[in-house]
């Protein structure tokens, strides 16, 4: 587990019993995945945080059960915009936020649609490839800003496939929590002319 501070770590254990309770009614994590909540989904994202300035402003791209978004508002005290389609996912993610203290803002519709202004901080985790993710996120990607993505095995094959379409800069850093994971930060994202 990562080292974090006890007011961090009662925040965190509130998120989880809060998951866990909203879990029964809407699927926020597959019912195999909730055994392996710590380290699957919350360890799994607190890997973001320390890549994040304390009181950033970040925008969570596809935030279902809050994964990396809550979790990294929750360790970075970050100003969160949190995107989710689903109406029920969106209803947890306003009442996680409120019970554990972050600071978010929820907006309940598509990412295409969703005009939050732009963010120093764009994450997503298991949400797309990432050719689609630089899509998404170059809009709303302040200048200088980063995107910090958590990424499984298919890294390598992704990177290839966007890189036909997008100059970006970039840096692989592995995974402490999945040994075929890895984080990508992306910075200055541009489309190939």
């Known amino acids: 587990m990562m080292d974090v501070s006890r007011e961090t770590q009662a925040r965190l254990e509130t998120f989880a019993a809060l998951l866990i309770k909203w879990n029964a ?7 195999r995945d909730l055994a392996q909540l710590w380290p699957r989904h919350i360890e799994d994202s607190l890997q973001i945080a320390p890549l ?7 925008i969570d791209l596809g935030s279902g059960g809050g994964f990396p978004g ?9 100003e969160m915009t949190l995107i989710e389609s689903d109406q029920r996912k969106a209803a947890f ?10 600071r978010a803002q929820v907006l309940a519709q ?11 901080f764009v994450t997503a985790r298991a949400l797309a490839p990432l050719a689609k993710l630089l899509e998404w996120t170059q809009p709303l990607l302040a200048p200088g800003g980063q995107a910090l993505f958590l990424k499984g095995k298919a890294l390598p094959d992704e990177l290839t496939d966007a890189q036909a379409n997008w100059h ?12 075929n994971g890895a984080i ?4 200055d994202i541009r489309r190939v002319e």
């Open 25 to 31: 009614k809407i699927n926020l994590v597959s019912a």
């Open 52 to 58: 994040v300035p304390r009181g950033a402003r970040v």
């Open 70 to 78: 809550l979790i990294v508002g929750i360790a970075s005290d970050a």
């Open 93 to 102: 993610l306003r009442e996680a936020a409120r019970a554990c203290g972050v």
């Open 110 to 120: 598509r990412i295409e649609a969703a005009r939050p202004a732009p963010a120093s």
């Open 168 to 179: 970006m800069s970039h840096e692989i850093l592995n995974s402490r929590t999945d040994e």
């Open 184 to 187: 990508i930060k992306v910075s």
